[in-house]
T-cell receptor, first 113, second 111 residues
Framework: DAGITQSPRHKVTETGTPVTLRCHQT?????MYWYRQDPGHGLRLIHY???????DKGEVSDGYSVSRSKTEDFLLTLESATSSQTSVYFC????????????FGEGSRLTVL | RKEVEQDPGPFNVPEGATVAFNCTYS??????FFWYRQDCRKEPKLLMS???SGNEDGRFTAQLNRASQYISLLIRDSKLSDSATYLC????????????FGRGTSLIVHP
């Protein structure tokens, strides 16, 4: 299995509090992604990174920011969590090229009360 | 219109049945195609890539039709363990490397 871990795996927080989710990889892959998955919507891209300090927005980036200061870490921050951000968050990594395979972390379940 | 469309199902089939899923994509520049499998409350995992000539892996066959912009997944001799959600994934060439996921098709195989 690809070396990718997410933390925390579960978190319950209150509206208005900041939250940071961490994705850590040991594969030295170039691409890293944050998705959220909600019933009826499937996986939706929040932000992605194509290198250290190189990030860009996905389709549902409002209310989220990211940082990638090292190849192995990709942080997702909710500056002020809202109940609509209750979701399961998946980090994924990819080497790029034509293989197309993404390796996913086990997910982080976030509940905002 | 979503870039990648799938019938959400659920497809409810008996063991041993053959079942087929289709997925359509809207971007004609799409280059690479994949099927992922996701078990309940788990992360998605690659099931198989889809090649232009079609490809088979055991009971699973994937086909690509570029002219009509759809891919398909055929599962023969369904097993109980095939119950899962199957996600269609499309990768479009260009400056960014962003796979786009369909919403998934749910399969339930019953005894």
């Amino acid at each position: 299995d690809a070396g990718i871990t997410q933390s925390p795996r579960h978190k319950v927080t209150e509206t208005g509090t900041p939250v940071t989710l961490r994705c850590h990889q040991t594969e030295n892959h170039r691409y890293m992604y944050w998705y959220r998955q909600d019933p009826g919507h499937g996986l939706r891209l929040i932000h992605y990174s194509y290198g250290v300090k190189d990030t860009d927005k996905g389709e549902v980036s409002d209310g989220y920011s990211v940082s990638r200061s090292k190849t192995e870490d990709f942080l997702l921050t909710l500056e002020s969590a809202t109940s609509s951000q209750t979701s399961v968050y998946f980090c994924a990594i990819a080497p790029g090229g034509n293989t197309g395979e993404l390796f996913f972390g086990e997910g982080s379940r976030l509940t905002v009360l | 219109r979503k870039e990648v469309e799938q019938d959400p199902g659920p497809f409810n089939v008996p063991e041993g049945a053959t079942v087929a899923f289709n997925c359509t994509y809207s971007n004609s520049a799409s280059q690479s195609f994949f099927w992922y499998r996701q078990d309940c409350r788990k992360e998605p995992k690659l099931l198989m890539s889809v090649y232009s000539s079609g490809n088979e892996d055991g009971r699973f066959t994937a086909q690509l039709n570029r002219a009509s912009q759809y891919i398909s997944l055929l599962i023969r001799d369904s097993k109980l363990s095939d119950s899962a959600t199957y996600l269609c994934v499309v990768l479009t060439s260009g400056g960014s490397y962003i796979p786009t996921f369909g919403r998934g098709t749910s399969l339930i195989v019953h005894p």
